[in-house]
């Protein structure tokens, strides 16, 4: 009976801190960090790491378009390259943004594409999407989030043995 009245205190001590403010902004914390890293890192590389790592083939393309120079104080001087290819005699239109190099419309370039889905794409040297691998350090909030999920959860596993030694302390 008494380990019975141990374990409900204990519980009752834990749900009492995760019902808390401090769990309240975690959960907030947790949710909109995960949430807006998933939005983030859609526009990296990331979801391609397995397209582009290893199985690729190369072929010649030519580019259609080069967009405007980016400004000298502007952050991300990504330049957006639009490029023709094809593969097996499918013919694909891609954009490639990169921050170095000089290309031109009508140039000739080098596309590496996957050998699993020919139509994701790049031109060598340049990236699939407009942001680099800097935008992982988004990470970060989700990372601070996990911890103090942690934290808290270990805050109110104290508070319920706290509530179940005052029970074996009472007559």
Same mark, same amino acid.
């Given at each position: 009976?008494?380990?019975?009245?141990?374990?409900?205190?204990?519980?009752?001590?834990?749900?009492?801190?995760?019902?808390?403010?401090?769990?309240?902004?975690?959960?907030?914390?947790?949710?909109?960090?995960?949430?807006?890293?998933?939005?983030? *890192?859609?526009?990296?590389?990331?979801? *391609?790491?397995?397209?582009?790592?290893?199985?690729?083939?190369?072929?010649?393309?030519?580019?259609?378009?080069?967009?405007?120079?980016?400004?000298?104080?502007?952050?991300?001087?990504?330049?957006?390259?639009?490029?023709?290819?094809?593969?097996?005699?499918?013919?694909?239109?891609?954009?490639?943004?990169?921050?170095?190099?000089?290309?031109?419309?009508?140039? %000739?370039?080098?596309?590496?594409?996957?050998?699993?889905?020919?139509?994701?794409?790049?031109?060598?040297?340049?990236?699939?999407?407009?942001?680099?691998?800097?935008?992982?350090?988004?990470?970060?909030?989700?990372? *601070?989030?996990?911890?103090?999920?942690?934290?808290?959860?270990?805050?109110?596993?104290?508070?319920?043995?706290?509530?179940?030694?005052? %029970?074996?302390?009472?007559?």
């Amino acid at each position: 009976m008494i380990v019975f009245e141990l374990i409900g205190r204990f519980v009752a001590g834990f749900l009492r801190g995760l019902i808390s403010p401090g769990a309240l902004f975690v959960g907030l914390w947790v949710a909109f960090s995960c949430f807006g890293s998933w939005i983030m *890192l859609a526009d990296t590389d990331l979801p *391609l790491v397995g397209d582009f790592s290893g199985n690729l083939e190369s072929t010649g393309g030519t580019v259609i378009e080069v967009g405007p120079e980016p400004l000298p104080d502007d952050p991300a001087p990504w330049r957006a390259i639009s490029f023709r290819y094809s593969v097996n005699g499918i013919e694909y239109t891609k954009f490639s943004f990169a921050t170095e190099g000089h290309y031109a419309d009508g140039q %000739a370039v080098t596309v590496e594409y996957s050998r699993r889905d020919p139509a994701v794409s790049r031109i060598v040297g340049t990236s699939a999407t407009p942001f680099g691998d800097e935008l992982l350090l988004v990470l970060v909030f989700p990372a *601070l989030g996990a911890i103090m999920l942690v934290v808290l959860f270990f805050t109110c596993a104290v508070k319920g043995f706290k509530q179940a030694a005052l %029970a074996l302390r009472q007559p």
